[in-house]
């Protein structure tokens, strides 16, 4: 069933599928939008699955108002009356999981972040990068960010699948300076996390972020290391079935 949920002064789009088991939730990369859990979906077909698109992604409209993406998934699983969840996050959506485990331990059943964003990780400065993507985005120059976004996240090949992805995000980009609001940091707080928890990364992801997938499970205590084979930032259209049965099996019966 797809709904649209109020955020704030804004909406989302969000699809809720009926199933059992515990709730899974979906949450989306900075370089995509809710279609890239497409090839997912079908193996958890008669699972209990939400995903929604962040304010300005894909089906989403853009943002008016301040955000962030802790409020808005403790918004969109408030409107659902969803009390604990499994959260499979990647990138953008992998820091929103990590925030929300840290301030609701007791509301997360299990974490499977896939090549996660970590707020509070040490990231080395580039300022030839950083300079790239400010003048595309002072320009408003969509198609720029689109092919930037490919060259960063898509070395395992600019596909249909991963261009769609790239187009459906990069819009998203435009404003977020102005509207998405940064969570705390919770790199020195992962020692915290009791929830099982697994982390995956590509082996063709950048290695800044192979970094910051590997940093981060060595920290989450006991957590479970999966390297991905020929996969980059976008490991659900990459390695669909692996995906797949690790939700599951953190999902449990």
């Not at 970590?118 to 790239?132: H, I, K, N, R, T």
Request: aromatic share 6%.
């Amino acid at each position: 069933m797809e709904l649209t949920i109020p955020v704030g002064q804004d909406t989302v789009w969000a699809e809720h599928l009926a199933g059992d088991g515990v709730p899974i939730v979906l949450l989306h990369p900075g370089i995509g939008d809710s279609r890239v859990w497409d090839p997912v979906l079908p193996g958890l077909n008669g699972r209990r699955v939400v995903r929604y698109d962040v304010r300005g992604y894909g089906r989403s409209p853009q943002p008016t108002g301040e955000f962030s993406l802790r409020g808005d998934l403790e918004t969109v699983l408030g409107q659902l009356n969803l009390e604990r969840v499994l959260l499979v996050g990647c990138s953008m959506g992998g820091r929103a999981a990590l925030s929300f485990t840290l301030a609701h331990p007791e509301r997360v059943h299990g974490l499977v972040l896939l090549c996660p964003g970590v707020s509070g990780f040490p990231m080395p400065e580039e300022p030839e990068l950083d300079a790239e993507y400010d003048g595309l985005i002072a320009k408003r120059d969509v198609e720029g960010l689109v092919q930037l976004g490919l060259r960063l996240g898509a070395a395992a090949g600019a596909d249909d699948a991963a261009v769609a992805q790239l187009r459906a995000s990069a819009p998203a980009w435009l404003d977020q300076d102005e509207y998405l609001k940064p969570d705390p940091p919770v790199y020195d707080r992962l020692h915290e996390i009791q929830a099982p928890s697994v982390v995956m990364v590509g082996d063709k992801d950048r290695p800044i972020l192979a970094a910051v997938a590997g940093g981060t499970s060595a920290r989450i205590p006991g957590c479970e290391f999966i390297w991905l084979p020929g996969a980059d930032h976008l490991p659900s259209l990459r390695e669909p079935q692996l995906v797949t049965d690790t939700i599951l099996r953190f999902a449990g019966d």
